[in-house]
Nanobody
Framework: QVQLVESGGGLVHTGGSLRLSCAAS????????MGWFRQAPGKEREFVAT???????DYADSVKGRFTISRDNAKNTGALQMNSLEPEDTAIYYC????????????????WGQGTQVTVSS
């Protein structure tokens, strides 16, 4: 099994930045992809970004150019640097792990963190 724990959420003004972190433990050797998803109030959870073990990222169009995903395989950690934040980015952000070579859909991720709240005020 794999355990994922997010940290770094909080309240920020429009245009500000936050850095989310994800710490993985357990059978981390099974995680090929680390991803971030978010769920805004009244909406379904949506894909934000993903990165494979080689460090190749992929982003949702809504965050491309503003967010940067990264991971440190040696430390079993992942991160999501969020810049130029907008009120529309307000959501609970979830770190997720997948054993698949390619995964952008929620159902393709095997492991999930508990989520961290990000609130962007206008």
């Amino acid at each position: 099994q794999v355990q994922l724990v997010e940290s770094g959420g909080g309240l920020v003004h429009t245009g500000g930045s936050l850095r989310l972190s994800c710490a993985a433990s357990g059978r981390t050797d099974t995680i090929y992809r680390m991803g971030w998803f978010r769920q805004a109030p009244g909406k379904e959870r949506e894909f934000v970004a993903t990165i494979n073990r080689r460090g190749t990222p992929d982003y949702a169009d809504s965050v491309k150019g503003r967010f940067t995903i990264s991971r440190d395989n040696a430390k079993n950690t992942g991160a999501l640097q969020m810049n130029s934040l907008e009120p529309e980015d307000t959501a609970i952000y979830y770190c997720a792990g997948s054993t698949r070579l390619w995964a952008r859909e929620e159902v393709e991720y095997n492991f999930w963190g508990q989520g961290t709240q990000v609130t962007v005020s206008s």
